[in-house]
Structure formats: structure tokens, C-alpha cells
């Protein structure tokens, strides 16, 4: 009979026990199924016979390779014996000398003849200029405008204006002037502006139609004063208002009234003249007549021509 020692018989038993749980995790075998055929695709195809193919027409048609870029203009190689510090050098030399050959290409488009006249030009044009700059810094600057006032300076009045004094009839010396209070300047008698034209205008400055005639009187004040002509206003008040003085110093500077203007408060002037009405205009001669009267507003144009023909008169 055989025995067995108690050790190997314990690994016997063992290996039997590890072959038994083997079998058991492993189960039956499992039936294989054939795979259903499936008919590859042209593509599968193509690629099958790519691998197939020999290794030397792979070589001759490759597949999805970028075509080859052309060769690069060699550039010039530095020679081995330049040491290397000195190759930025060459290379600034190299640039310059094609810098050199531009500037020089660009000299032979400029002709040297076309530079020399454009100069010559210059130079001929440099006097001319210098002249005129220095005819602009020494020519005096024109004074204004002459009034028109200053071309009628003539030996008497043109035929024009001997016409239209002659239909201006002289009505005699008007009543002198004895206002006491003057605005604008000091008080003034007719008898002392023989030589001049007088205009004496009546007026309030609560009327309407006395502001309507204000802008024309200044324009003449302003215009022929210097050749003889005097405007003087006698403001007759027709209600209680226009009889304080300090209204009438506003109204001055309101209308901008520049010429004198005399306070006719208790109506002496006015009954003098025997007016009746607001604005009233008399025009008086240089010899003192009184020449024309002009009665509410309009015609300042023919007033003007008036005024411009007793100042032409001898």
C-alpha cells in the first residue's frame, strides 16, 4: 500500500481543491455565432489594396502630400574665413551699396537741367517777392471811406441842385429861438448860425410818429455836421409826463438822439411858429431865410436832396 507523507498529501489536496473551483467559475463553454458576412466598401477596398500594394508604387504616387514648395533663392553665404563678428558688417555693406545704386537710379530720373532751371525760377521770383513784402509794410493804410458829405466840397451847387433851390420859395427870417433849457448843448439863437443850414424840428418823445423820424435826423446830424449842417429839436410836450426833464434825458438815450434839443414846456416856440403839428420840420438858409417846412414823416430821400442843395449855396 502506498502512503504518502502528510505534506504532500495536504498539497495534493489542495491542487485538487484549486482545479474544482476552476471549472466551476469557468461554467459550460458558450456556442460561437458566425458573424454575418458584410461586403466591405469601395473605400475599405482601396485602402485593402493600398496595403497590398507593392512598397514601390506606394512610393511613386503618394497619397495627400502637399506639393513640394519651390526652391528659395539661395541666399549668399558668408565666407568660412569672415570671422563671425564681423558678418553684421558685410551685410550693412552689402545694403548700402544697394541703397547707393537706388539713390542713384533716382538722380538719373531727375535731369540735372530741369533741377538747375526750377532753381534758377526760384531765385528770379525771391526779388519779386521781397518787393512786394516790403510795399505791404510800407504802404500806408487807407484811411475809411470818405462821407459823401466831403465830395460835394465844390465852388456851388451843380445844375441839379440850382433847379431845386429855385423852387424854394424864402419865407423870411422864422422866429428866433428863446428857450432857456437845452439838452445835448448849451442854448443856442438863430441870429449865431448864419452860414449854417438849420433844420428846427418839433417833436415829443411820447409820439409815434416823432420816433419813426429820429433815425433819419441822426443819419443827417451824423453825415453833414461837419459841413455846416445843425439840427435842433424843440420838444413840445403834449401830455403832463413829457414835461418832466428827467423823462426827456431817458428818451435821449432810448432814441439815441444826438443833436440839441430845446424844452418848449409852455409852448412859446411853438405858438412862434405858429405850429400845429408833431414831428414839423422848417429848414433855414445859411443867409437865416426860412426856405421849406415839411409836415409828418416819408420823404426823406427829397428832404436829404434839400438839405444837400442850401449846403452847396453861395
Known sequence: MLKLHPLKFLAL?????LAACSSAEAGPPASVKEAPVVEAAPVMETQAEAVEAPESEMMEKPVGVAAEPEPMAEKPQVEEDTPVGEQPEAMAEEQAAVTGESM??????????????AMAKVEETAPAMKE???????TPVEEETMKPSETMVQAGPTEAQAQLLATLDNQGMPPEL?????????PLKLA??????????????????CKNVV?????????????GLVIIGVHTPEFGYEREIENVKQALIDQNIPYAVAIDNDWQTWRAYNNRYWPAKYFVDKAGNLRHIHIGEGRYEQQEEIIQALLAET
Open 13 to 17: 489536496g489542495l491542487g485538487l481543491l
Open 104 to 117: 542713384a537710379k533716382v538722380e538719373e530720373a531727375v535731369p540735372v537741367e530741369a533741377e538747375a532751371e
Open 132 to 138: 512786394a513784402e516790403a510795399m505791404v509794410e510800407t
Open 178 to 186: 428863446f428857450n432857456e433849457v437845452w439838452l445835448n448843448s448849451d
Open 192 to 209: 449865431d448860425l448864419h452860414g449854417k443850414v438849420v433844420i428846427v424840428e418839433f417833436w415829443t418823445f411820447g409820439c409815434y410818429n
Open 215 to 227: 433815425p433819419s435826423l441822426r443819419a443827417w446830424h451824423q453825415t453833414y455836421k461837419d459841413d
